[in-house]
T-cell receptor
Framework: EDQVTQSPEALRLQEGESSSLNCSYT??????LFWYRQDPGKGPEFLFT???AGEEKEKERLKATLTKKESFLHITAPKPEDSATYLC??????????????FGEGTQLTVNP | DSGVTQTPKHLITATGQRVTLRCSPR?????VYWYQQSLDQGLQFLIH???????AKGNILERFSAQQFPDLHSELNLSSLELGDSALYFC?????????????????FGPGTRLTVT
């Protein structure tokens, strides 16, 4: 069974204080690892997809990296508007039709001004 | 705005009742997925439809059913509702099936329907 574990559960940062969120996964053949941002009561917003170990993707203050066992979401000089829950999900290679995502519980990030 | 629309935004109903949640995928997307998000369980995959056909099922209760229509919109039907069914229900869409361009694997979520069962 595919599993995704995110840490920490919650993270408080001061504005400008860089940090990283972790996503550890076990999957029988990874097709892709996905990062989403979710604001309270809203739908997850797609951020990145990573497909193979060593791959990196960047968007503004966010950078996602992937190894064979985990992914990191690095947040550089965060701002209060980066406060949200960040979700990691995996999709298994054996899934036909580009099917289900298995999500972690998320990391709730709070950035204080 | 992801381009995925869901109605209604909020739904309050009593135990034992039946409700229908509706989803319209992004223009051109053939796949529709349904997920449930509750406080104690996180985001859980329910079911996947591709171009009108059921493709995969997750932990979807027998009281729940879904379908995708020729115009590609989808409906999730929840019946004999229980208190524990209270949750956010999200629909997501993507472009196609495995073997096609990688971008088709990316799922874009709608704003969700908040279901409260009293």
């Amino acid at each position: 069974e595919d599993q995704v574990t995110q840490s920490p559960e919650a993270l408080r940062l001061q504005e400008g204080e860089s940090s990283s969120l972790n996503c550890s996964y076990t999957v029988s053949g990874l097709r892709g690892l996905f990062w989403y941002r979710q604001d309270p009561g809203k739908g997850p917003e797609f951020l990145f997809t990573l497909y193979s170990a060593g791959e990196e993707k960047e968007k503004e203050r966010l950078k996602a990296t992937l190894t064979k066992k985990e992914s990191f979401l690095h947040i550089t000089a965060p701002k209060p508007e980066d406060s949200a829950t960040y979700l990691c999900a995996v999709q298994a290679m054996w899934e036909t039709s580009g099917s289900r995502l298995t999500f972690g519980e998320g990391t709730q990030l709070t950035v204080n001004p | 705005d992801s381009g995925v629309t869901q109605t209604p935004k909020h739904l309050i109903t009593a135990t034992g009742q039946r409700v229908t949640l509706r989803c319209s995928p992004r223009s051109g997307d053939l796949s529709v997925y349904w997920y449930q998000q509750s406080l104690d369980q996180g985001l859980q995959f329910l079911i996947h439809y591709y171009n009108g056909e059921e493709r995969a099922k997750g932990n979807i209760l027998e009281r729940f059913s879904a379908q995708q229509f020729p115009d590609l919109h989808s409906e999730l039907n929840l019946s004999s509702l229980e208190l524990g069914d209270s949750a956010l229900y999200f629909c997501a869409s993507s472009g196609g099936i495995s073997g096609t361009a990688r971008g088709n694997y990316e799922q874009y979520f709608g704003p969700g329907t908040r279901l409260t069962v009293t």
